[in-house]
């Protein structure tokens, strides 16, 4: 409008002669305020035609999974315009993200075109035959890969944008509200054909739960995860008025927690002072020689007795910190609802250490964001249940969360997602964060201070939580070779050539077509150039400097190192020239492993142990095999695995065998951003299967083959077969597996809350299996009789987390939005029968169509009905789960 404006002046100027011109000059200042409101009105007009929020109404269903031979679906979007203005065939355009299924062009009716623009963002624009009349209704069918089966595999993030006829931008509009019609039929909850997962129905789930019972509180674990030996003292210890809690030199983080956690429950501060004394009212932290299990580390005694009141000894300071956490568990569970002056422990003795020294969790910011203050509330719960590593996933295609002093583009650029088709200011929209980089209205937005960073540093550290922060590359790199590009193109335009291309992480001549697992055909940097490696260099140097400023040392960084695709590389010329000057390389795909040996020597120098995913160790050749690669092997190099699906189960171990420290991080146990199971409305992915608490809870960590049921599609294995070319654990290996660690990918989770939901109580099972090692019931040969031992263990892991530890995560810590599993419910002999998947929960139903609360009627038995009934459990809180119904 702005350019138009001036063309108008500039032809009027040149109509006048020179003397009217000079006789009116006055005249002209008010002739450009005319024009200026006139070209104001016109967009104001142009703005008031175009739709609002909610003139368009936009809904999605998908019809089927199952419409040919080959794994597809078909679906369709349904636009209503609630307007009074036609929408035309042109000048609009709707975007959106939605799971990694490729449309199939052919399938889309002429009247649109769903374009793949890059990762999950597509768009749709109208062709010459669009037109959508006010209160009129569309349907727009198309065909897509794969197939569909949750509410969170569907299109999110929907906004359209409305350009003037010369393509100019006048405004973004978000669809805040678009409707998903409901999943109900076989077809559209199975992943085709071959899905032989059972649908999650009320009647499926009561059968499942028919192998709990209800247990006395005397059976149930009295510490998660499970103390290695706890017996009973007798008598009752009092901790009441002038408690006092004395502790070691170098205890007084630990006694300072302690107290601060006392407080919490008894609203009264307990005198904290350095000493060893112990006697009644006195909780002692003390270090010592302890050794449990034949562990040093991290181990502790707890004794509760009447005549020495609590004494905390432990091998080392974490050792007295889970010794104060076990302590904390033993207290009564009124004291997290209601405060009470006094606490009454009974008398008991522990000896206790881990079976793994590594226990963590990895946690991703990339994808969707999470608050500084929810990523400690996270690292409360997870030092609570005595887990020990954080790996912070701070770097990906669709986000760079951390400040990073000398290239501050990295989060100007790479922290922020919106409406763009060339991440000039910011990154394109991204697993349903929308048209706008505001990290108010979208989890897609936001990164960590460095004064933020250091304050999570200083809280974990206070409770034995080591933080691992990684890098991730060559692959899922995108936010920074954009930010990187946006850097370059800046100080071109300043003239300076030299300082632009130091750290330009892309080669712009590289003409190579590939497909990473999200779908992005951009985000692998070229490995062979200089700039990435003087890119790492700068990035880690600061990192270690925010760690000191922190007061700490950075011990261990993760390098990422996965899913780089086939394809990658083989047309840029400078690749080609670095594999001919070095044929031992011998193909692309092991440019990969070139470019870690380049990391691993920059690390090396730093002193810092180097952690990656599984490719980091791994050798291809060119039929696709691999050997476990015995360059890095020694070099304190430790693959993270999560690959134990697709023939790929001994991935782990083989790395282990061939000489690797490996944390197991199996998809199939330990993916907690997975759906808890297959129903639509339960979020989560699913391409690695669907996993439970018992999931993680069943794990074997040194025999994994026993406890895979299933494949992906719900296959039963048949592991004398189907496992007996599979690689074993040598004792060698044994050694190497250090540690178990939790997955929460983020592409599925937005907010504190689904956060939450996701990881509990899943994390409660890998808690338990991390610190107890392997279970007793692993060793029994006999599957049925082993399946039948688990299935006892678990009944009274599940009555424990439902009579115990559910309601301390109500309060402790603030409270936990943890899941609350639907009941089960079947009709037998014509009446009405439910149970709970967590013996404890109540269930109150109702039979007049509403949903239950916590005054409906209390399911106390079988009962006769008629009719639909709506069903749901409860926990001591009066939360709820989702509704289950059941026809009568």
């Not at 999605?60 to 679906?73: C, R, T, Y």
């Not at 789930?205 to 028919?210: E, G, L, S, T």
């Not at 810590?813 to 009941?823: E, K, L, N, S, T």
Request: glycine share 8%; charged share 25%; proline share 5%.
């Amino acid at each position: 409008m702005t350019s138009n404006l001036l063309i108008f002046i500039k032809t009027v100027s040149h109509s006048l002669n020179h003397n009217l011109m000079k006789k009116f000059t006055f005249l002209v200042p008010v002739l450009l305020i005319i024009l200026g409101t006139w070209a104001c009105s016109i967009k104001e007009k142009s703005e008031d035609m175009v739709p609002k929020e909610g003139d368009i109404q936009v809904s999605f269903e998908l019809v089927s999974n199952d419409i040919a031979e080959s794994a597809k679906f078909l679906s369709k979007f349904i636009l209503k315009n609630n307007s009074q203005t036609p929408l035309g065939s042109s000048g609009w355009t709707m975007y959106y993200n939605m799971v990694t299924r490729l449309p199939i062009a052919e399938s889309v009716p002429d009247i649109v075109r769903i374009v793949h623009v890059n990762g999950d963002f597509f768009k749709m624009e109208p062709t010459e035959k669009f037109k959508l009349e006010p209160g009129e209704t569309i349907e727009i069918p198309f065909e897509g890969e794969a197939w569909i089966i949750k509410k969170s595999d569907t299109p999110s993030g929907v906004y359209f944008v409305y350009n003037d006829t010369n393509g100019n931008e006048i405004s973004r509009v978000p669809v805040n509200d678009i409707e998903i019609l409901p999943f109900t039929r076989p077809e559209q909850i199975n992943r085709h054909r071959d899905d032989q997962t059972p649908i999650p129905t009320a009647e499926w789930q009561f059968d499942q739960n028919k192998k709990l019972t209800l247990l006395n509180n005397n059976e149930l674990i009295p510490i998660i995860p499970s103390p290695y030996q706890i017996s009973k003292n007798e008598g009752i210890v009092t901790l009441g008025e002038n408690l006092m809690i004395h502790y070691d030199p170098v205890l007084k983080s630990e006694a300072s927690l302690l107290a601060d956690r006392i407080y919490k429950l008894t609203g009264k501060k307990p005198m904290v002072m350095e000493s060893e004394v112990s006697g009644p009212n006195i909780i002692c932290l003390k270090t010592g020689k302890v050794e449990v299990n034949g562990v040093k580390k991290e181990a502790y005694t707890l004794e509760i007795h009447p005549d020495k009141g609590v004494i905390i000894t432990g091998s080392d300071a974490a050792g007295v910190f889970y010794g104060t956490q076990s302590l904390i568990a033993l207290m009564p569970l009124e004291l997290f609802s209601s405060q009470k002056s006094s606490i009454e422990l009974e008398g008991v003795e522990i000896s206790d250490a881990p079976a793994f020294g590594y226990r963590g969790m990895h946690f991703d910011v990339g994808r969707n964001f999470q608050t500084k203050e929810t990523v400690m509330k996270f690292l409360d719960i997870m030092a609570y249940y005595k887990m020990n590593f954080f790996h912070f996933h701070i770097t990906e295609d669709e986000g760079w969360r951390l400040e990073i002093e000398e290239l501050p583009e990295l989060t100007q650029i790479g922290a922020f997602r919106g409406h763009t088709l060339d991440d000039s200011e910011y990154l394109a929209p991204a697993y349903g964060s929308g048209a706008f980089p505001d990290p108010d209205i979208s989890y897609g937005s936001g990164f960590y201070t460095r004064q933020d960073f250091i304050e999570i540093l200083q809280y974990a550290a206070e409770r034995h939580i080591e933080v691992i922060p990684e890098v991730n590359m060559p692959g899922h790199a995108r936010a920074a070779i954009k930010a990187m590009e946006y850097r370059y193109r800046k100080l071109m335009e300043e003239g300076k050539k030299e300082e632009a291309e130091k750290y330009l992480l892309s080669d712009p001549d590289d003409q190579s077509e590939y497909s990473s697992a999200q779908l992005y055909d951009d985000n692998i940097i070229c490995v062979c150039k200089d700039a990435p490696y003087a890119f790492y260099e700068t990035v880690v140097d600061d990192i270690i400097e925010i760690y000191e400023e922190a007061g700490l040392t950075l011990k261990t960084l993760h390098t990422g190192g996965d899913e780089v695709p086939l394809g990658s590389w083989e047309k840029s010329p400078l690749c080609k020239d670095l594999l001919e000057k070095n044929p031992e390389i011998a193909n692309f795909r092991n440019l990969q492993a070139y470019f870690f040996g380049r990391i691993v020597e920059i690390l090396e120098e730093r002193n810092l142990a180097i952690a990656g995913w599984e490719e980091i160790a791994m050798t291809f050749f060119e039929d696709g095999t691999w050997e476990a690669n015995p360059e890095f092997a020694g070099k304190n190099v430790i693959p993270y695995v999560w690959n134990s699906i697709w023939g790929n189960q001994d991935l782990g171990y083989r790395l282990a065998n061939g000489g690797y420290p490996v944390i197991l991080c199996n998809v199939n146990n330990f993916y907690f951003d997975f759906g808890y199971n297959k129903d639509p409305e339960e979020p989560g992915g699913y391409w690695g299967g669907f996993n439970d608490t018992k999931k993680a809870f069943s794990f074997i960590p040194y025999n994994l083959y026993k406890s895979i049921k299933v494949n992906t599609m719900g296959h039963e294995f048949d592991p004398h077969k189907d496992f007996a070319n599979l690689e074993r654990l040598t004792q060698e290996g044994i050694n190497n597996i250090v540690g178990l660690q939790g997955q929460l990918w983020s592409e599925t989770i937005k907010g504190q809350d689904m956060l939450e939901y996701y990881s509990l109580p899943k994390m409660l099972g890998l808690a338990e299996r991390a610190w107890q090692g392997t279970p007793s019931w692993a060793s029994i040969e006999n599957v049925s009789k082993r399946d039948a031992e688990l299935d006892l263990a678990w009944n009274v892991f599940a009555n424990t987390l439902a009579q115990s530890e559910f309601p301390r995560l109500d309060h402790i810590f603030g409270g936990y939005h943890y899941r609350i599993a639907p009941p089960g419910a079947d009709i037998i002999d014509g009446k009405l029968e439910a149970n709970t998947s967590f013996p404890g929960f109540t269930i109150r139903y109702t039979t007049d169509g509403s949903e239950p609360d916590n005054t409906s009627s209390l399911y106390e038995g079988r009962i006769e009905l008629s009719g639909s009934v709506k069903l749901k459990a409860f926990n001591s809180a009066g939360r709820g789960s989702r509704t289950v119904t059941v026809e009568l």
